[in-house]
T-cell receptor, first 113, second 113 residues
Framework: AQSVSQHNHHVILSEAASLELGCNYS??????LFWYVQYPGQHLQLLLK??????LVKGIKGFEAEFIKSKFSFNLRKPSVQWSDTAEYFC???????????FGAGTRLTVKP | DADVTQTPRNRITKTGKRIMLECSQT?????MYWYRQDPGLGLQLIYY???????NKGEISDGYSVSRQAQAKFSLSLESAIPNQTALYFC????????????FGPGTRLTVL
């Protein structure tokens, strides 16, 4: 089964700083890739997803992610974070041949006003 | 109205008690999932079901059982709760399309004393 690694457990930024959260996965086959966000006290919501086409994917709230197949990576980026982006972010990988979805351990983002 | 609902939202119980967590969805999806979330571990899959007659174990099924009563309902049971089952539990659904994007319920916070 595939596995997912998120490099940062907790990231602290000031408002307007740029954000990049790392995500790497281990699986040799075809995958769908997701980033979910969990705001404090809420359930997970989809930020963006990749399944084919342009490897640079744009999601909600100004987030984007780039799939680099050769590096097995799907890093999340945002040019300028806001206080309201404070949340936990989860990368997830779905292997298409077995429909198995695996989540990373999550990265907690704190944005200071 | 929420597409995926979970009851109860919070539950405190004692070691050895039987607990049932319920999940209902109005999205019309065939696939349903139960995850638990622990700090620093992300989401771990407990059980999943691709239709009413299909039940599959996930990464951490020991100590849990499930019942798929209808397309819209998927219950998780702890036959004899133990303290290390204290966690946040999420139900999710997905449509068996090519992306397998999952939609999450609000979560049930379970505390086993």
């Amino acid at each position: 089964a595939q596995s997912v690694s998120q490099h940062n457990h907790h990231v602290i930024l000031s408002e307007a700083a740029s954000l990049e959260l790392g995500c790497n996965y281990s699986y040799g086959g075809t995958v769908n890739l997701f980033w979910y966000v969990q705001y404090p006290g809420q359930h997970l919501q989809l930020l963006l997803k990749y399944f084919s086409g342009d490897p640079l994917v744009k999601g909600i709230k100004g987030f984007e992610a780039e799939f680099i197949k050769s590096k097995f990576s799907f890093n999340l980026r945002k040019p300028s974070v806001q206080w309201s982006d404070t949340a936990e972010y989860f990368c997830a990988v779905n292997a298409r041949n077995n429909n198995d979805m695996r989540f990373g351990a999550g990265t907690r983002l704190t944005v200071k006003p | 109205d929420a597409d995926v609902t979970q009851t109860p939202r919070n539950r405190i119980t004692k070691t050895g008690k039987r607990i049932m967590l319920e999940c209902s969805q109005t999205k019309g999806h065939d696939r349903m999932y139960w995850y638990r979330q622990d700090p620093g571990l992300g989401l771990q899959l407990i059980y999943y079901s691709f239709d009413v007659k299909d039940i599959n174990k996930g990464e951490i099924s020991d100590g849990y059982s499930v019942s798929r009563q209808a397309q819209a309902k998927f219950s998780l049971s702890l036959e004899s709760a133990i303290p290390n089952q204290t966690a946040l539990y999420f139900c999710a659904t997905s449509d068996p399309g090519s992306t397998n994007e999952q939609f999450f319920g609000p979560g049930t916070r379970l505390t086993v004393l």
